[in-house]
């Protein structure tokens, strides 16, 4: 049965299978002014920025759980570097790494802690290694047998629950029934900045009871700690269960400043200015989830008293609607591509916009459900509209957009399309692959404003695994952008559209508006927004490498 709530109303629930019900952190690192002569600590909590000119700021306290039996904290930030001796910062409680003149101190092994920050008394020290992660399962020990695990890793127990806690390198765990579980997911913390660096962050931190295995073999993945350098450190390691992956602390940056690395927590900053690095954000949603539910509701999960809200959103980091122009999952089994985006809820969909296959093969694997595969010769998809200008939002004048979608190439080939409505050099967009795995960028029109770039940095992995390409451009700034993955992000800036024409040809999937420049591979969850999406809302649907549907209903734990 399908039940309706009003907005704003609390709803109460009975959820015995508490699978998915989860406690995380991230946060962002500790900033610092230029010419400070210390460094940003670390995220554990909420990194602190540099206390006054000459005092590292201290890195952010961790988390508590007592999944083994008894309470430890784990994932402190790394405490930023100082100038003098006598005012050193403090690790973050739960393992965080101490900043000094000196050589930042290690995060303690397997709490996932940042690295504290390196002085430069007597010359540029380093920073602190971060701590390594650690991954640990509880579950009833009466009538849940197991095989023996493989991987660095120690069993235990408390009372009548068996704890396996796995420690360095990769393992599996393999029951051999079906039955509920408790885990701790921690990744690796960041290594600490030299030279007046900034902390390390706390690798993600991720638990939950309720998660259910069967009689099949579970990867485990223990994340390393980043080395800390001269310069910058180096990000923790992903840790690893099942579908459960904790992203690496980000590195602490060194004497030269610039924000701190992104990732489960952020890094701090090295003292010649810069923003702490921002955290992955993961979701906490409850087990039994009420649908045709009105944005504002809240959730009481009565036998846990955990209470959730209703987010309008993509994911769980309030990524609104607006804007979303067309949105394809590629789950048709023949026929139209269909843009989704009035069904999950929004308002500025294209009109006659459902994308018409040529030649291409539906129902292949792909990121989320399904997905479409193109052969590199002639397969594409085209929008089914005949007007031009239902697309000018991605290369007029004054225009703001973002794109995103999955991608998993067969080849590198230069010059193959993964979208466009022009050739090249013509009125439109155009983003295709280069030489050596670069990707090019084309805005605009030759004659009226034109952006051009390629990337020097952001690269194609060379693999065949799916990736998340994201691009945008705001003309407001002049500045186009480019990533994939989530990682490193390359702009040119200082190039305004001038052009008020309507592009040349309609969207096309993996061919250029000619017809050539056939891309190979499968495209999956491709989605077009008519503005700038934010750094958080783009890690939200990267989803820490997982992706995440735009339709997704999605509630978030009341403080998270």
């Known amino acids: 049965m399908t039940i309706s709530y009003k907005a704003g109303r609390r709803i109460q629930g009975i959820s015995t299978d508490r699978t998915g019900i989860e406690s995380s952190q991230g946060y962002a690192g500790g900033d610092c002014s230029a010419n400070a002569k210390s460094g940003g600590g670390g995220a554990g909590a909420v990194g602190n920025p540099q206390s006054g000119t000459n005092v590292g700021g201290d890195g952010g306290a961790g988390l508590s759980s007592s999944i083994t039996g008894s309470a430890v904290t784990r994932a402190g930030g790394g405490g930023g570097a100082s100038w003098s001796s006598s005012t ?16 930042g101190t290690a995060g303690t092994v397997n709490t996932g802690s940042g690295g504290g920050g390196g002085g430069e008394y007597g010359g540029n020290k380093t920073g ?43 393992g599996t765990f393999t029951p051999t029934s079906s039955y509920d579980v408790e885990y701790l997911v921690i990744a690796g913390g960041g290594g600490g900045g030299g030279g007046l660096g900034g902390g390390g962050g706390a690798g993600g931190y991720r638990t939950a009871t309720g998660f259910g295995v069967t009689s099949q073999s579970y990867t485990i993945t223990v994340g390393a700690g980043g080395a800390g350098a001269v310069a910058n450190g180096s990000k923790g390691g992903d840790s690893v269960f099942s579908t459960i992956t904790s992203e690496g602390g980000g590195l602490g940056t060194g004497e030269a400043g610039g924000n701190g690395g992104d990732g489960g927590s952020g890094g701090g900053t090295g003292t010649n200015s810069g923003s702490g690095g921002t955290s992955a954000t993961y979701v906490s949603t409850p087990a039994t989830i009420p649908t045709n539910v009105q944005v504002g509701s809240r959730f009481e999960e009565t036998d846990t008293q955990k209470m959730y809200h209703k987010v309008d959103t993509v994911t769980g980091a309030d990524v609104s609607l607006t804007g979303l122009k067309a949105y394809y ?77 999955w991608y998993k190439a067969d080849d590198f080939v230069a010059n193959r399309s993964f979208f466009a409505t022009s050739n090249f050099g013509t009125d439109g967009i155009n983003i295709v692959s280069k030489t050596d795995r670069y990707i090019r960028f084309l805005c605009g029109n ?22 998340m390409l994201m691009a945008k451009y705001d003309d407001a700034s002049g500045v186009g952008t480019l990533s994939i993955d989530n990682g490193i992000v390359e702009t040119k800036g200082s190039q305004n559209l001038t052009n008020t024409s309507s592009p040349n040809y309609v969207f096309k999937v993996a061919q250029d508006g000619l017809g050539a420049g056939y891309y190979k591979g499968d495209i999956d969850e491709f989605s077009i927004w ?17 992706g995440i549907a735009v339709n997704d209903d999605v509630w978030k734990e009341e403080g998270t």
Request: aromatic share 8%; net charge negative; hydrophobic share 30%.
């Open 88 to 103: 050193n910062s403090s690790g973050g409680t739960g393992g965080g790494g101490a900043g000094s003149q000196n050589a």
């Open 128 to 170: 602190g290694n971060g701590g390594s992660g650690i991954v640990i399962l509880r579950f009833t020990t009466s009538g849940n047998g197991y095989d023996t695990p493989t991987g660095t890793h120690s069993v235990a127990t408390d009372g009548s629950y068996t704890v396996i806690s796995w420690t360095a390198g990769s």
């Open 329 to 405: 999952k590629f789950n048709e089994a023949s026929g139209n591509i269909i843009n989704q985006a009035s069904a999950v809820g929004s308002t500025d969909m294209i009109a006659t916009s459902d994308l018409v296959v040529s030649g291409a093969t539906y129902g292949v694997t792909g990121k989320i459900g399904d997905a479409l595969s193109f052969d590199g010769t002639n397969d594409s998809a085209s929008a089914s509209s005949t007007s031009t200008s239902d697309w000018s939002f991605l290369s007029q004048s004054g225009v703001a957009f973002t794109i995103i979608f």
């Open 446 to 467: 030759t004659s009226a404003g034109f952006m051009d770039f390629t990337t020097t940095t952001v690269i194609q992995p060379n693999d065949t695994n799916w990736h």
């Open 530 to 546: 008519n503005r700038i999406l934010t750094t958080a809302e783009i890690t939200s649907l990267y989803n820490s490498g997982s």
